[in-house]
């Protein structure tokens, strides 16, 4: 018997909701996110059928994919615009940087150039190009300014050399100089010399002057160097590996590997150029000429050419003598270089002093003292003779500005601002001379030199006498107040000098009674008749003399330190 037929039903009971399989595999996707299923992952959603395997699977060789494609796979959107964000970021970045280490460079030159403009300031009508080339030339010659402490005068050489072609340059600074009536001096190993610069201004002259004396100095300096032209890098000539120099000198360390000989070419023009050239030009001034002709006459004397060096004396004893208001026949006799004594005062200048000094220098060091002691004597006379000084009434000090106040914060400002102005110039060496401290210590630097010569002719106990004269009325100048930083620094040599040659006369005292007795014939009965009494007083006449020395020593190191100069040596 059948059972009974249950009544279908057209619908079956639902046991569980209409929702798709509970697959921990799938998630729904969010069409409006961009999904990460289009990165090559692990689980592969394509079905794993044998045709879509990687055929390394079964040992077959890759196939050759190239880079783009490679990165086309690799490389999403979301990470193809996040490494562009991260370039350009970096990039802006390195632009910004770059930017302010150019802009903090030339900030940092600014203010360096300021400096140097400051100390070392030029003619204002000058291109900034020649007063930059003036400014560093000068720097380059101060050691206190470079790194290494060395005076630079290969740099220092090729600045002035660039300022002086720009000044001589009528395109550029040169604008209204000509040249002389003559044309201009030709001298054989040197050239064309001489300008007319008359129409341009005091400050541009002596600017030119200082460029061309600068240029002077350094080419005494680098006497004999070489450049390499291959690397345009100087070097003294004993260092040069060539057949002119068999035995070359190592070069020290750090330095560059020395040049070959068929590489080199002088590094400077002889000094005489430049000398010249200030005395054949038209427009300096008597003493810039004066003081030209006696540097190029000490070079002379260095490079053992006394003869030359003598006619540049005298050519500079001329220039001071056409200057004087008065014949110089009545003043200073020519031939010797010693000022006459029934010259007037007001008819001797410092021009003429400087010079006739400077001859008689020249004189004492090559031995021919008989003609530099008149002269010695005739300007220490000369300078004796001088009206003195009249005593000015220093200004009261105004009020004092207080530190970081508003007017003391203002003026600093101010002055900051403000460019540096070239300083005045200096005063007329063609004037009649006056007796002012300065001058004083110019007096007591010949009798140090006068001094030196009597102990070494004629008369040792006045040289030493004039000697220990000279010191004590340097010692009293240099502490005077009213002697200004120039007279202090002669004073300062003038005592180095002195007592150095005080000590030194005290020494070859007390060994000349020694030098004496060796001298003599070894007999006993020569050093019985000696008398001991003698010998006695003498020993302590020099143990009174360096005592002497000690106390002087002892009060100039005082004065010395409280003006902020280096210790005595003696």
Request: proline share 9%; hydrophobic share 35%.
């Amino acid at each position: 018997m059948l059972p009974p037929r249950s009544v279908p039903t057209r619908i079956p009971s639902l046991i569980r909701p209409l929702r798709p399989p509970n697959n921990p595999y799938t998630s729904s996707r969010v069409f409006t996110q961009k999904s990460k299923l289009l990165l090559i992952t692990s689980h592969n959603p394509r079905p794993q059928l044998p045709f879509l395997h990687n055929p390394s699977e079964y040992g077959a060789p890759l196939p050759r994919i190239t880079l783009p494609y490679q990165l086309s796979r690799l490389i999403t959107t979301e990470r193809k615009q996040y490494i562009k964000n991260r370039v350009q970021f970096y990039t802006r970045i390195l632009i910004t940087a770059g930017i302010a280490s150019f802009l903090m460079a030339v900030i940092t030159w600014g203010f360096r150039q300021e400096k140097y403009e400051r100390n070392n300031p030029s003619p204002p009508e000058w291109s900034f190009e020649s007063r930059r080339h003036y400014r560093t030339g000068k720097v380059m010659e101060r050691p206190e300014y470079l790194d290494n402490g060395l005076v630079n005068w290969p740099g220092a050489q090729e600045n002035y050399k660039k300022v002086i072609q720009r000044l001589e340059d009528p395109e550029i600074d040169g604008k209204g100089i000509q040249e002389t009536e003559d044309g201009g001096l030709f001298v054989e190993g040197v050239g064309k010399t001489g300008l007319d610069i008359r129409d341009k201004s005091e400050p541009w002259r002596r600017g030119y002057f200082e460029a061309l004396m600068g240029a002077a100095r350094c080419a005494e300096n680098i006497d004999g160097w070489v450049i390499d032209k291959t690397r345009n890098i100087c070097f003294p000539p004993e260092v040069v590996i060539g057949a002119s120099n068999p035995l070359p000198h190592p070069v020290s360390l750090g330095s560059e590997a020395p040049p070959l000989e068929d590489n080199c070419s002088p590094a400077s023009q002889p000094p005489e150029q430049y000398y010249l050239k200030i005395l054949t030009t038209v427009g300096f001034s008597s003493q810039q000429r004066i003081d030209a002709a006696i540097a190029y006459a000490d070079w002379l004397d260095f490079k053992s050419l006394p003869d030359s060096a003598k006619e540049m004396y005298d050519w500079a004893l001329d220039i001071a003598v056409s200057a004087l208001p008065k014949g110089g026949n009545d003043v200073v006799d020519l031939n010797t270089g010693i000022i006459k004594d029934k010259a007037e005062p007001i008819h001797i200048s410092e021009n003429l002093v400087l010079s006739s000094t400077s001859l008689a220098i020249h004189y004492a060091q090559n031995g021919d003292v008989a003609k530099a002691l008149p002269i010695f004597l005739s300007v220490l006379r000369a300078r004796r003779s001088m009206p003195v000084a009249p005593v000015v009434a220093e200004a009261l000090d105004g009020p004092v500005e207080q530190p970081f106040s508003m007017p003391y914060i203002m003026s600093i400002i101010r002055s900051s601002l403000n460019p540096p102005l070239f300083p005045d110039p200096p005063a007329d060496r063609d004037q009649p001379l006056i007796r002012t401290p300065n001058a004083v210590c110019e007096e007591a630097a010949l009798m140090t030199y006068i001094g030196e010569i009597l102990f070494s002719t004629t008369s040792k106990d006045s040289g030493l006498a004039w000697t220990r004269d000279a010191v004590g009325m340097a010692e009293n100048v240099f502490s005077d107040p009213r002697t200004n930083r120039e007279g202090k620094d002669k004073c300062n040599e003038c005592l180095e000098v002195g007592m150095e040659n005080w000590g030194k006369m005290i020494e070859k005292m007390i060994m000349l009674p020694e030098e004496r007795g060796q001298g003599r014939a070894n007999s006993w009965t020569t050093w019985l008749k000696a008398s001991n009494t003698k010998q006695n007083q003498e020993e302590e006449r020099w143990k009174a003399e360096q005592m002497r020395l000690a106390e002087a020593s002892r009060r100039i190191r005082k004065l010395r330190k409280e003006y902020q100069y280096d210790t005595l040596s003696v």
